[in-house]
Each structure stands twice: as structure tokens, then as C-alpha cells.
């Protein structure tokens, strides 16, 4: 049998975690719900605009240039190439 890859096991446990949590969390305590505070706040499009970016990477529906994860992720690599020379 091949083994895993790495991204599909990482995603994997990404889900069974959200889904572990959601079955065992006490009532009033889903993801979703802890949203709603956020979402009926003052920032509340800042928190849509968050949630809606994170999806589209997720999605990878952004391109490299504006996706602020890939930016930030790419940043990071340089600076820890730099420290490895």
C-alpha cells in the first residue's frame, strides 16, 4: 500500500480534529457558534473578511500575489533561508 501523502494527512487531521471537537464540545460551543459573538460585533467585517480570505486559500481560489497566506508564508521561508546560510 503507498503511503500517505503528507498534505493529505495533514488535512485529514485537520478535519478530524474540527469534527472531534464538534461532536464532544458542550451545547453552545460549536465552532460556528462561538462566531456569532464576533459576527454582531464591532468588527464583524473584519471577522467576515478573515473567514471569507481563509477560505478562498483554502479553496485556492486567490492568486499568490494577493493571497495574504502565501505572502506571509513566503516571507518566512526567506528569512528562514537567510538564517541557514
Known amino acids: 500500500m503507498e503511503r500517505p ?3 493529505n494527512v ?13 461532536l464532544i464540545c458542550p451545547p453552545g460551543s460549536t465552532i460556528s ?3 456569532d459573538p ?3 460585533g464591532k468588527y ?14 483554502i479553496l485556492n481560489r486567490l492568486p499568490t500575489q494577493i493571497d495574504p497566506f502565501e505572502q506571509g508564508l513566503s516571507r518566512i ?3 528562514a ?5
Do not use: D, N, S
Open 44 to 57: 464583524r467585517h473584519l471577522v467576515t473578511l478573515a473567514v471569507g480570505v481563509t477560505a478562498l486559500h
Open 33 to 35: 457558534e462561538k462566531f
Open 77 to 79: 521561508r526567506q528569512l
Open 38 to 40: 464576533l459576527l454582531e
Open 10 to 22: 495533514a488535512l485529514g487531521l485537520i478535519a478530524g480534529a474540527i469534527a472531534g471537537y464538534e
Open 81 to 85: 533561508q537567510r538564517k541557514m546560510v
Open 5 to 7: 501523502k503528507p498534505e
